[in-house]
């Protein structure tokens, strides 16, 4: 095995491999998150559970990355986090496992933008779109 504190080669692909992986999972963790957002369903500890469960049993993710890069996004046993219905709080906290830290971001950004949609005015003379069963 390469030392990758010598090879600096190494120490940059590693790099982007990790880099690689996270991107991954962030899309995969804020395709799951939009599922619930959506739905207008609150980010709670067992949801948040629920969503990294998933996530890192993706089959896609799990095929993309090696076991060793897969372990590296696994949250540490002895770093427990609540399982109830509780609205998700980390305070100041910005030590999260990366697969909470994404769906939080989600969570975060879904916010803010519907507080963006909410402030501004609707035009009194827009027409109104007629929605088509189908989409159109």
């Given amino acids: 095995m390469n030392n990758l504190k010598t090879d600096p080669t190494d120490q940059a692909l590693a790099a982007l491999r990790y880099q690689t992986a996270a991107r991954d999972l962030e ?21 948040l559970h629920a969503i990294e469960a998933e996530a890192l049993a993706d089959l896609g993710f799990a095929s993309r990355h ?3 890069m897969l372990g590296l996004f696994q949250r540490p046993s002895d770093l427990p986090y609540p399982e109830t219905d509780d ?14 830290a994404f769906a939080v971001s989600a969570y ?4 803010r933008e519907a507080a963006r949609l909410a402030a501004q005015p609707a035009p009194r003379d827009a027409p109104l779109k007629r929605v ?5």
Avoid: C
């Avoid at 975060?108 to 916010?111: F, G, N, R, T």
């Fill in 108 to 111: 975060e950004e879904a916010a």
């Fill in 66 to 68: 090696d076991d060793m």
């Fill in 27 to 47: 899309h995969i963790v804020r395709n799951i998150a939009s599922r619930y957002i959506v739905k207008q369903v609150p980010l709670t500890w067992r949801l």
């Fill in 87 to 100: 609205t998700v709080d980390f305070g100041t906290s910005n030590a999260l496992p990366a697969v909470f």
């Fill in 132 to 136: 088509r069963a189908w989409g159109g």
